[in-house]
C-alpha cells in the first residue's frame, strides 16, 4: 500500500525546488539571450585581450591611425 498523504515539508521543498528551478531557467535564458546579441552585432561587442585594437586607436586628420611612442619603440 503506497502512502498518499502529503506532508507539510514536501510542499514546502517544492516550493523551494521551484524557486530554485525558476532562477535558474531565468539564468540561462540571460545568458543565452546575451549570446545572441553579441552574435547578431558581430564586431561592435569586442572583447579585452591585451592587445590593442585598430577599432580602438583614434583616426588623425590624414586618415592614419595614431601610435604611441611604445608602439613606435616597438614593445
Known sequence: MAINAEHEIHKRRFSRNLGVGL???????????LSVVKVQTGGLLEGYDHQPRVSMTPVTEDGA????????AGE
Do not use: D, I, P, Q
Open 65 to 72: 591611425t595614431e601610435t604611441t611612442a611604445t608602439e613606435e
Open 23 to 33: 532562477a535558474l531557467a531565468g539564468f540561462v535564458g540571460l545568458v543565452f539571450a
